[in-house]
């Protein structure tokens, strides 16, 4: 960061994007790791306390809802696609186990129906006293469809605008009932005002919903709705109904180009751009010194099978098969992902930017070169400058490997962050929404029922 530099008012947000036993392919080899991570309750339970210590904003579990096709071989040395938990039911259990910090579920809109997610997240948000948030995905891939009666995923443009409908049914049924219809009158005998509750009766071209959710509406009104639109009509979707943004820019000048583009958008759509929280990815591994994290990372590495690398990028291409070209030749000309479109962009620059060869882009991949390797102060400072500079309002943290990498992100970024008064000491609210800075909207029937009265 350079002297001349403005300093940004306000504090960063964190997200800890939990993925046991960590994003690194190889992550439940390390001795350190605890190998059935995924579907060990207790194992990540403390990964959540730990979280919650640090203050962190929210804990984030992606998903998946079905296995990626390919070869057994390759699939039986991964962890973390084979043996997890299913995230919302997860999240439930979490919520008992903690106290204040935010609890963000990926539900894709491809393969569920509105109802019963929007009563999976109220729900969520009762059970957690108002810390859930809906990250809403259209799903990957084609072994994803293959479970849902379909042969291949649904096409790009079709399941965004099934989602753009989603997001509002789902939105419409936790209005259902009024903050205040519940009245638990047990000497009336009168258990909710008949006044305050509403029926959606939406009909849309995807959907028909006739409501009422049979709970009543969430704490924080509605959860908070996370998204990571990156193509032009990912990109709508966010800037309209995103309130945290997940983003992958590796560079400043990127992310800020998205960080500007997204705000403007949503200022086009009528929303406030200090309501749309743009956090992107930021993978670490921290040492005391940097030849501590240098050999953290290193011993991580060696630990991955070169099968598992190709797969992966073949995965990330967009399931394009790439077995049947010369390791060390280019990457070849491929057909746009109907996964991806912006992920598989990304790569295909790499690739051709620093001619790699499909060997060598493998290898960068699979290494993750993006993951920030250094000190506490080589962290704070990445994390200083993109917030100054309107990169970011935060940052979606990933863990290479768990619990090591979030041990060290704890106990010694976090408080370098505060120290330069870039992030809270300890939390101020209860709810997701207070952790964000974020209002609690309003229903969409509050103007009639005040009108009414």
């Not at 790439?322 to 992902?337: N, W």
């Amino acid at each position: 960061m350079t002297s001349t530099q403005p300093r940004r008012s306000g504090q960063v947000h964190l997200n800890a994007f939990l993925k046991p036993p960590g994003e690194f392919l190889a992550a439940w080899r390390h001795p350190h790791a605890v190998a059935d991570a995924g579907v060990n309750i207790r194992h990540v339970i403390e990964l959540a306390r730990t979280a919650e210590r640090g203050t962190f904003d929210a804990i984030f579990l992606a998903d998946l809802v079905g296995v990626p096709l390919t070869s057994q071989e390759v699939l039986s040395r991964v962890s973390v696609v084979n043996d997890s938990f299913e995230p919302t039911t997860l999240l439930a259990a979490l919520a008992t186990a903690t106290t204040r910090i935010g609890l963000v579920a990926t539900a894709s809109t491809t393969y569920n129906e509105p109802y019963h997610l929007a009563r999976t997240f109220a729900s969520l948000d009762h059970l957690s006293g108002g810390r859930a948030g809906w990250n809403l995905v259209t799903s990957l891939n084609d072994a994803e469809a293959q479970n849902f009666g379909l042969d291949s995923h649904v096409e790009h443009e079709l399941r965004y605008a099934r989602a753009a409908e989603f997001h509002d049914v789902v939105t419409g049924l936790w209005d259902s009932f009024d903050d205040d219809a519940f009245r638990h009158d047990q000497t009336a005998g009168v258990y909710f005002d008949p006044e305050k509750i509403h029926w959606l009766n939406h009909a849309g071209t995807h959907f028909r919903v006739s409501g009422p959710l049979n709970i009543a509406r969430p704490p924080q009104g509605r959860p908070v709705v996370v998204q990571a639109g990156a193509s032009e009509t990912g990109r709508d979707l966010a800037a309209r109904v995103g309130e945290v943004i997940f983003t992958a820019h590796p560079t400043l000048p990127g992310a800020q180009a998205y960080y500007a583009d997204i705000k403007t958008r949503a200022a086009a759509a009528g929303r406030d751009p200090d309501h749309v929280i743009v956090l992107p990815a930021l993978s670490t591994i921290v040492g005391r010194t940097q030849a501590e994290a240098e050999d953290k990372i290193a011993a991580l590495r060696s630990l991955l099978d070169p099968r598992v690398a190709l797969a992966d990028l073949s995965y990330r291409l967009g399931g394009f098969d790439l077995t049947a070209f010369p390791l060390d030749g280019p990457l070849p000309e491929l057909p746009p992902s109907n996964q991806s479109l912006s992920g598989q962009r990304q790569i295909v620059d790499q690739a051709r930017a620093n001619n790699l060869t499909i060997r060598q882009l493998a290898d960068q991949i699979a290494r993750d070169d993006r993951t920030l390797v250094g000190t506490p102060t080589t962290v704070a400072d990445h994390i200083e400058e993109w917030f100054d500079q309107r990169a970011a309002d935060g940052f979606n943290v990933i863990f290479p490997y768990l619990p090591d990498a979030l041990n060290d992100f704890v106990d010694l970024v976090i408080p370098e962050l505060r120290r330069r008064g870039l992030f809270r000491t300890a939390y101020t609210g209860r709810t997701l929404r207070e952790h964000l800075g974020l209002p609690r909207p309003p229903s969409r029937y509050a103007s009639r029922s005040v009108a009414s009265t």
